[in-house]
């Protein structure tokens, strides 16, 4: 069957009985793949990646192969639902849409004409889709204008980003489709098959010509399986390796000196930091043994093309911005950035220069205050624990699922039970946030709405376009709030444009690198690339987005703000030779990175998903697994002060000794004991973008039946 063509009418660009449409992932992923559509009578059939695309190459990931069977679920939301029952039971009966809305409008008007005022109200959403227009369009505009609080969305990428801004001053990193020109690929932090799957054959064609592959990561990984080389080294202590590194590299005169004369600030400051961290005290800290770290100081300083891919997972820490930061480093000290195949990406996300202004319109409202998503807890338990301003009275909450993706899930979970406490829930299913909410809307997936897509692994603008009609009364995201602003009164013009026209604005008002891309053209090709060369070497003559011009490897905006303007390795918060009392009630480092088979949360309600995931579980090492007497197949307890959940326990030298993995995100219905690893983790802020630190984690692992817990059950 042929692609469907573009129309030039917008009111006959219906989704085709017969057909296949092309379209776009909307998932929290670097890859944000370009996709086919079958449709046949009306109904999606099947999926595939599109073959065209360069970075998606005609394949799916294991999640997303299941699109079709997640759109089509028993389960899916077909009505809006009012709460019944007492909160948190899921008892709810449909109603219209009149009624939810007209009670929605009544009730977020009342709030806002109070004492309280409209900061009352509260938005939570993050990335259940990446689009630019049912992620971040009308939702905006209708709470700016509100007047409602605003939210710092900060729970995935901040503080690592952070860490690029003040380095190389944008997130903008190297191109994925030069690594086939690298002849060393370190793959740092991530998680490249389950994470990335789509940067891999990129690293295998690298690796046919001859260039090694190593990753770094306290876990052997199922990526790390399939390198050269596993380096083990212990959570949180990546900056002292890319310093130790680094001491190699200037000792044994493998810099770039030219690259850093003339690209670079800080060059000399940042040699003397550097010698603070020979190979003895950078194994000390990073549990990497020191010739280990002298010969891949040594391979990455002889590489012609070195490509560092870096991911989220080693921000997620109290120094995780400066983690990011010094690795940023380490191309300009060796001029990597020169060639093709060269650099580190942690995200491209900083090229797609849409009009985000445009979209969000954030002159609609007044100033209002800020409240940062991961410390949901606190806003909605103690307004007075430094998120300032009226308590939150209503709770708006589409794109995420906080009840599960949210830090110390034990106050969020007490927050969500007040009962003086307004909560709308827009989403797919009936989730556990939903569970807790007054009203729940059901939302339509990324098969039944328009949309556009940037991507944070390569440079391809994507348009989504619906490949059916919405199932059952689903609503876009953007029209739910259409509806709701126009039963407020709010009645600014922008808050009744259409998605097509929306998609227009963003790309009208786009800066350079988007220059050229319309919707007109969209719709006859699906994608196109941004203006930037293939492969993009954004700073092989220098030319950094920073104040000076140049890689910033002494920083005066951290000086500015207290920080240390150099690279420096900032220890955890709960880094065990720091915090040597709570260290020795709890001595493993856990970390709960997601499932292969899930994406955050997304995907564990899909029954052929989960029982590939099998139930949560907890990966120890051999020793630690001894000393404990626990086997592989025993139902173990993990906890700490802040709570506790229960998974069955895997054995396998597969990991750090000292530290303990619990895939996640499971939904707390299909657990056990009805709890997640975020019973554990805590609502700290990181270093630099005031960040999630869900792997700064100190915990205790037993049998769950012998586990002393004195303090997780205080809810």
Not at 11 to 27: E, I, Q, Y
Not at 359 to 377: E, H, K, Q, Y
Not at 474 to 482: G, K, T
Not at 550 to 572: N, Y
């Amino acid at each position: 069957m042929a692609i469907q063509l573009p129309i030039a009418d917008d009111s006959a660009l219906a989704p085709p009985r017969d057909g296949v449409v092309r379209g776009a992932c909307p998932h929290d992923c670097p890859d944000t793949c370009a996709w086919h559509v079958t449709v046949e009578n009306g109904r999606a059939v099947r999926m595939a990646g599109d073959p065209d695309h360069p970075f998606t190459q005609g394949f799916l990931c294991a999640k997303v192969n299941r699109y079709v069977e997640r759109t089509y679920h028993a389960e899916r939301l077909l009505r809006p639902l009012k709460r019944v029952g007492a909160k948190g039971s899921g008892s709810f009966v449909p109603v219209s849409w009149d009624e939810a809305l007209d009670t929605i409008a009544s009730r977020l008007g009342e709030i806002a004409r109070s004492a309280d005022g409209p900061q009352a109200i509260l938005p939570y959403s993050y990335a259940g889709t990446m689009g630019m227009i049912q992620g971040g369009s009308m939702d905006r505009r209708f709470f700016h204008a509100l007047g409602a609080s605003r939210l710092l969305r900060t729970i995935c990428s901040a503080a690592g980003a952070a860490g690029m801004q003040m380095t190389v001053g944008a997130n903008i990193g190297a191109d994925a489709e030069g690594i086939p020109e690298s002849d060393l690929v370190l793959l740092w932090g991530t998680n490249t098959l389950t994470s990335n799957p789509h940067l891999w054959p990129f690293v295998l064609r690298a690796r046919e010509r001859g260039a090694r592959v190593i990753a770094i990561d306290p876990i052997r990984t199922r990526t790390a399986a399939q390198c050269d080389e596993w380096i083990a080294i212990r959570p949180g202590t990546d900056a002292a390796l890319a310093l130790g590194i680094m001491h190699v590299l200037f000792e044994e005169g493998l810099e770039d000196r030219d690259y850093l004369e003339r690209h670079t600030v800080g060059a000399d400051d940042l040699r003397g930091r550097a010698c603070e961290y020979g190979p003895a005290r950078a194994a000390s800290i990073t549990g990497v043994a020191p010739e280990k770290i002298v010969e891949l100081a040594r391979a990455y300083g002889a590489a012609r093309a070195a490509f560092i891919r870096v991911n989220y997972g080693l921000q997620r820490h109290a120094g995780g911005g400066m983690a990011v930061r010094t690795i940023a480093c380490l191309p300009a000290v060796t001029g990597h950035w020169r060639r093709a195949g060269g650099g580190v990406q942690l995200s491209t996300s900083a090229n797609f220069d849409f009009d985000r202004h445009a979209l969000g319109r954030p002159d609609l409202g007044p100033p209002a205050r800020t409240i940062n998503m991961i410390r949901l807890g606190d806003a909605l338990t103690r307004p007075d624990a430094g998120v300032g301003g009226p308590p939150v009275r209503a709770l708006v909450v589409y794109n995420s699922n906080p009840a599960v993706v949210a830090p110390e899930r034990g106050t969020v979970r007490r927050g969500l039970a007040r009962e003086d406490l307004f909560t709308v829930v827009l989403d797919h299913f009936r989730t556990d946030t939903a569970d807790w909410a007054d009203f729940v809307l059901p939302a339509t997936t990324q098969l039944e709405h328009w949309d556009v897509h940037l991507a944070y692994g390569h440079h391809y603008v994507t348009l989504n376009r619906p490949a059916i009609a919405p199932v059952g009364e689903a609503l876009p995201n953007s029209e739910i709030f259409r509806r709701l602003a126009a039963r407020m009164g709010l009645d600014d013009p922008a808050l009744r444009d259409d998605d097509l026209t929306m998609i227009r604005q963003a790309l009208a008002g786009a800066g350079p690198k988007l220059r050229g891309i319309t919707l007109e053209g969209l719709l006859e090709t699906g994608w196109a690339r941004i203006n930037v060369a293939a492969p993009f070497l954004p700073f092989a003559e220098g030319g950094f987005p920073t104040p000076t011009g140049k890689c910033e490897l002494r920083s005066e905006r951290l000086a500015a703000e207290g920080i240390d303007p150099l690279p420096t390795f900032t220890p955890p918060y709960e880094h065990p030779p720091a915090v040597p009392e709570l260290a020795a009630r709890y001595p493993l480092t856990l970390i709960s990175s997601p499932a292969h088979q899930f994406l955050n949360s997304t995907f564990v309600n899909v029954d052929t998903l989960r029982r590939t995931a099998r139930e949560p579980e907890c990966l120890l090492h051999p020793d630690d697994a001894a000393a404990r007497g626990i086997a592989t197949g025993a139902r173990v307890r993990v906890w700490n002060d802040r709570g506790s959940f229960e998974a069955t326990a895997r054995v396998a030298p597969e990991i750090r000794a000292g530290v303990a993995w619990a895939p996640s995100l499971w939904w707390g219905r299909y657990a056990a004991d009805g709890r997640t690893v975020n019973e554990t983790t805590s609502q700290g802020e990181t270093d630099m973008g005031r960040g999630p630190v869900f792997y700064d984690n100190l915990v205790e692992v037993g049998p769950a039946e012998s586990s002393v817990m004195p303090n997780a059950d205080r809810r």
